[in-house]
């Protein structure tokens, strides 16, 4: 908890440390870098290094802290009862911390099969190291079998989450002196336009689905979250930015709302932005998308029902799991705390989890290699 990964900094100290940790141990461990080689993604292997067995995942970075009333330090671990308190105690530093506890265990067992440590970086910000870590894999040829993605859960198996698409949409306008409207094209009303239409595609999607029974809104979800733009109430501004977000039902391709949205806006929106500047118009960014997660009942889900004693449930919010899925690996999301606590001041989880954690981890290592 003491290394400060939060996503806009480095996680190179904590990798540095996790590898030292391990290597003590004689853990070979693998580095995958971002492009600027400011972070990076460790995937270790108990046993024989290779394909096969069981991947334990979790993310090292933290969303910020900035504006949060904390009780104490974020980046000191404080106990207070069986709560245990820090930035990440519960998303999913404590998931990383019973894994490399679990360590001597799991080598002092000699399983016949690997169990894979899979670190990442930049899963709050789109789960970009979990892209550079399959691309690793496939280099490497260290592919599990089957991974387990430790996010807080209460220890449930998750099989199925929602999946995500974040678009920044930029307006160009044409700027000038609010009196004279009409020799000029706003970018804020332009935003506004869009604003709406979203608004209206959400209450669409809540009034007439598709539905999927399992999650909790049973339907997809869209908004925007942030908006942009410009100067002074006497000038007509000349940019303004938007950020929308989706979270979408398995089966669903986010990519189709968003040439709905592109379509409609080429129609109704930009013919105005471009009365007077052909060159003015909208941006379209995809900033990432996640894939939604859906997996099939099998024997890993059920051997983890059987360790847990707890049935299956599904999540709105997106994970690692979904790439690692798509890349063909099975994969379930399940961990200790709960989601509740994640993300707000004095996040907490509770000791007794990590505890339960620690001996899943151990009992579901022995299962799978067996």
Not at 309 to 327: C, I, M, N, R, V
Request: net charge negative.
């Amino acid at each position: 908890m003491a290394f400060d990964t939060t996503s806009r900094h480095s996680n190179l100290a904590l990798v540095s440390w996790i590898q030292d940790f391990l290597v003590g141990f004689g853990v070979p461990c693998r580095l995958s870098h971002e492009p600027g080689g400011t972070k990076a993604n460790l995937h270790a292997v108990l046993g024989t290094p290779g394909p096969g067995g069981l991947a334990l995942s979790g993310h090292l970075d933290t969303v910020p802290v900035d504006g949060q009333a904390w009780t104490g330090d974020p980046f000191i671990l404080r106990r207070r009862g069986e709560r245990l308190m820090a930035r990440g105690a519960a998303d999913m530093k404590g998931f990383v911390a019973v894994c490399l506890a679990a360590v001597p265990d799991l080598l002092s067992a000699r399983l016949p099969g690997p169990v894979h440590l899979l670190f990442t970086y930049d899963e709050e910000v789109g789960c970009h190291g979990a892209a550079r870590l399959i691309e690793d894999i496939a280099e490497s040829g260290w592919r599990p079998a089957n991974c387990l993605v430790g996010e807080p859960t209460s220890l449930r198996p998750v099989p199925a989450h929602k999946g995500t698409m974040v678009v920044i949409i930029t307006v160009r306008g044409t700027p000038g002196h609010s009196s004279r409207p009409h020799e000029g094209a706003n970018a804020i009303h332009a935003a506004a336009e869009l604003v709406g239409w979203v608004a209206a595609a959400a209450r669409g999607f809540a009034m007439d689905g598709p539905f999927d029974a399992r999650f909790t809104p049973p339907h997809a979800t869209v908004q925007v979250g942030q908006i942009k733009g410009g100067t002074a109430a006497n000038i007509i501004p000349e940019h303004a930015s938007m950020t929308m977000e989706m979270r979408c039902l398995p089966g669903q391709e986010p990519r189709d709302f968003l040439a709905r949205l592109r379509q409609w806006a080429a129609v109704h929106v930009e013919p105005e932005l471009r009365r007077i500047d052909p060159t003015c118009g909208l941006e379209f960014e995809v900033r990432y998308v996640i894939p939604a997660l859906s997996v099939a009942e099998n024997r890993f889900l059920d051997l983890l029902g059987e360790l847990t004693g707890q049935s299956a449930t599904a999540e709105s919010y997106a994970t690692e799991a979904g790439l690692f899925a798509a890349a063909g690996i099975p994969t379930i999301v399940c961990g200790p705390g709960d989601i509740a606590q994640a993300h707000k001041a004095d996040e907490w989880v509770d000791a007794g989890q990590l505890a339960a954690c620690g001996v899943l981890v151990r009992r579901l290592a022995e299962r799978c290699a067996a």
